[in-house]
Nanobody, 128 residues
C-alpha cells in the first residue's frame, strides 16, 4: 500500500524559513516524478515546485522562484521543500505528489492530476 506523508509545516513569521519533508512508502521514489502543490482557502491547488526522476529538470512557479528549493533523497525515499523568505501569501496547505515515470517538472506541476499519489497535506501559516 502506497503512503505519502508530509511533515514540517507550522507557523512562522514573515521572512522566516521552513523545510517540508515528504516520505513515501510502498513505492520507490526514484521511479517517480514528484512535486509540491499548495492550496490556499478559496483558491485552486497549484503546482509550485516539481522535479523529475533524475533530479535534472526542476520547475518552480514564479511565485516561489528564488525562495524555495526542491530536492530529493532516493536513499531516504524522501522529497524536500526548503522555503526561505516566507511571505504571508505563502500561507496554504502544502501537498506532496508522486507520479510514476519521467515527467518534466513543468508537466507534473501543470495541474493536480487525480491519478497521482497525494499526501494529506501539511499546513504552513506565515504571519505578518
Amino acid at each position: 500500500q502506497v503512503q505519502v506523508v508530509e511533515s514540517g509545516g507550522g507557523l512562522v513569521q514573515a521572512g522566516g524559513s521552513l523545510r517540508l519533508s515528504c516520505t513515501a512508502s510502498g513505492l520507490t521514489t526514484s521511479d517517480y516524478s514528484m512535486g509540491w502543490f499548495r492550496q490556499a482557502p478559496g483558491k485552486e491547488r497549484e503546482g509550485i515546485a516539481c522535479i523529475d526522476t533524475e533530479a535534472v529538470d526542476i520547475y518552480y512557479s514564479d511565485s516561489v522562484k528564488g525562495r524555495f528549493t526542491i530536492s530529493r533523497d532516493g536513499a531516504k525515499n524522501t522529497l524536500y521543500l526548503q522555503m526561505n523568505s516566507l511571505k504571508p501569501e505563502d500561507t496554504a496547505m502544502y501537498y506532496c505528489t508522486a507520479r510514476r515515470g519521467y515527467y518534466f517538472g513543468s508537466d507534473l506541476c501543470s495541474h493536480p492530476r487525480q491519478d497521482n499519489y497525494w499526501g494529506q497535506g501539511t499546513q504552513v501559516t506565515v504571519s505578518s
